[in-house]
């Protein structure tokens, strides 16, 4: 019990700040709550396995700011597909679908180009975002996808196949299914 007086500690002084926050990003008390909830629960799991070396009060607010970012980007998702399909739920044919258009990127392309083209076209992220999520220059994120949308665009080269990675394959299908954009990047 000793490391969560100790988290308390560190976030009792800016939870008032952090729920005036939280409510300021999303004009709603009740998402206002959620929000605040996730971000303490996030906070707790990093502070629980790691030492904070951190200023609290930021970490708090760009953890929040972070959530509701993916939460509009999700929203923003849901809302296409809805208009795009009647269907407002998931099936087992959307599975099949995804896994099947995943399996066919796995077998032509290299597991950075997949999880880069799929967090800047599917999930909207930035190239910056990108650079940061998967560690590397914003320069080699520019690359790759100039490089895999010239491959896409010129399909009828993509001849080699590659050994595909059953276990990449289904963790992309999850994270697209699940609207889990973390759920891409594969463990480094």
Partial sequence: ???MTDYEALIVPH?????KYCYYLTKSRWDAEDL?????T???VFF????????VKPFLVRVARNLWIDECRKRKRRRLHIADDSRAYATDNDYVEVRSAIEWLAERFPRRNIETWLLFNYFGYTMQEIARAMDCSV???KSVLFRTRDLLRNRHSLNDRRNVVRLDVERWSRAIMQDRPQGL????
Wanted: aromatic content about 0%.
């Fill in 36 to 40: 605040c909830q996730e971000t303490l």
């Fill in 139 to 141: 320069s080699a994120v």
């Fill in 42 to 44: 996030k906070s707790l």
């Fill in 15 to 19: 939870l008032g700040d952090l729920q």
């Fill in 1 to 3: 019990m000793d490391a």
């Fill in 48 to 55: 629980l396995h790691t030492t904070p070396h951190v200023d």
């Fill in 185 to 188: 990047l594969s463990e480094r």
